[in-house]
């Protein structure tokens, strides 16, 4: 979500002397860049991304619904979920290293008008048969691969189009628009659900060509364009070039060799078992107390509008604290809030307590976010952002699966428990951890790493 920075222009002198150059040592100050708003590359990835986010939501909502309404298992849509999730693991390296190669244009082109067919297998599947947990979680499978190669071409791409001082607002944005997305499409997931229980993955296949055209429509050109490292042999040809497996390598060297990358992807991964296995328990919890499928939507669109408000204040939020506070306080916010869905009893109590864990997760997500954007340089980015978000990933297949255990063996609200107590460690390490004081630095003063290295420390 980068605007477009506008070209600096002389300041003509107040005195009268029209164009005249301004005295001599005087700098002019650069103008201020657009409002993402008036970015127009940006709309058009933001506007088709924004649609296929509802479509996906809608899905994603309508999965546990399809399973435990259908078969009553919750280890069932554990299944499901993880399947997507293992999919995109496994070419989510991959991805990042293809995006610094081939057209990021073309992948985030291509890559949504593949999903939209398999979310059309999907539906029709639906239509003609039973529920067959072993074509959903195939095609959840299948959908992963692909949103793992896409994945990998959306940062380097957004850093093509939003100016760097502009990331911190990206970040909130987008963490907003999902917020939105979610909050739209939970209650509409229950509607669509109780009129026909194929219709919300119907819907899905469709919004997924909307991200197609919205790609299609970016003018700005979104590279790569391919320099050496020097790390590289010097290379004539595209045949020279090092390996896919050299670049997945130097991706994790920029990651692990730098305390603050390190450190953060590890509290990263760890969150994403948590946060993406308790959508899924919050499901299993309001069934558990006698809730339909449209009271679920509906309970679950409020938790979202936690999130919806956290975007809003989270430009407020860190202009007022430090980064290192906001993390800090995140942490706990995350602890307390679980525990709390797990013991209140009445569904709006649940609800207000997940709010507060959605409401939480905006301003901390965006600090993990814009530090990282500011610290890799650009020839870097598709290969550090693609290892980064696997390594935030790599666990939340393992998440879905234990929650559905869990939540089947002792019930939701002990699952919930579990799961507020990983997060405990994290929250005390966000005040002793020595890698986080680089969250010291105002973002703005972060200087970038050595592209020839792929390194540095935070000391």
């Not at 050496?228 to 070039?241: C, F, G, V, Y």
């Not at 906001?326 to 649940?350: C, D």
Request: hydrophobic content about 55%.
């Amino acid at each position: 979500m980068r605007a477009a920075v506008r070209r600096w222009r002389p300041i003509r002198s107040r005195s009268g002397n029209g164009g005249a150059p301004a005295p001599s040592g005087a700098v002019d100050p650069p103008e201020q860049p657009r409002s993402l708003w008036r970015n127009r590359d940006y709309m058009c990835w933001w506007s088709g991304n924004a649609v296929s986010l509802l479509g996906s939501n809608v899905s994603t909502m309508a999965f546990p619904l399809l399973a435990i309404f259908s078969t009553g298992s919750v280890l069932d849509a554990g299944i499901i979920g993880a399947a997507g999730r293992i999919g995109g693991l496994l070419t989510l390296l991959w991805g990042g290293a293809l995006a610094d190669r081939r057209s990021r244009k073309l992948i985030l082109v291509v890559a949504p008008a593949l999903q939209a067919l398999l979310m059309g297998v999907v539906t029709v599947s639906l239509l003609s048969g039973p529920v067959r947990v072993d074509l959903l979680a195939g095609a959840a499978l299948f959908s992963g691969l692909i949103n793992g190669v896409r994945s990998g071409a959306v940062l380097p791409a957004l850093r093509r189009i939003v100016p760097r001082e502009q990331f911190a607002a990206r970040a909130a944005q987008e963490q907003g628009l999902a917020m939105a997305a979610q909050l739209a499409g939970s209650p509409l997931a229950g509607l669509l659900f109780a009129v026909a229980r194929w219709l919300p993955f119907g819907v899905d296949a469709v919004s997924y060509f909307f991200a197609s055209v919205g790609a299609m429509l970016i003018r700005r050109p979104l590279g790569p364009d391919r320099k050496r490292s020097a790390t590289e042999e010097p290379a004539d040809d595209e045949s020279k070039l090092p390996s896919v497996v050299h670049d997945i390598r130097e991706g994790f060297r920029v990651v692990l060799r730098h305390d603050f990358l390190r450190y953060t992807t590890g509290w990263v991964a760890v969150t994403n078992l948590v946060g993406n296995s308790f959508m899924l328990l919050l499901v299993a919890l309001l069934h558990a107390r006698g809730a339909s499928p449209g009271i679920i939507g509906v309970t679950n669109a409020g938790v979202l509008a936690g999130g919806i408000l956290g975007a809003l204040l989270a430009g407020a939020v860190l202009r007022r604290m430090r980064a290192l506070h906001v993390f800090q306080l995140g942490g706990w916010i995350y602890v307390v809030s679980l525990a709390l869905a797990a013991l209140l009893p009445a569904l709006w109590q649940i609800g207000l307590a997940a709010a507060a864990f959605t409401f939480a997760s905006v301003p901390t997500v965006t600090v993990w976010e814009s530090y990282t954007a500011r610290l890799v340089p650009d020839e870097l980015i598709g290969r550090a952002g693609a290892v980064s978000a696997f390594c935030a990933q790599s666990l939340t297949w393992l998440g879905m699966i234990l929650a559905g255990w869990l939540a089947n063996t002792w019930g939701a609200s002990v699952a919930v428990l579990c799961f507020a107590a990983v997060l405990v460690p994290f929250a005390i390490g966000g005040h002793v951890a020595r890698s986080l004081r680089l969250l010291r630095t105002p973002l703005d003063a972060v200087e970038e790493m050595p592209a020839g290295h792929g390194v540095g420390s935070v000391r």
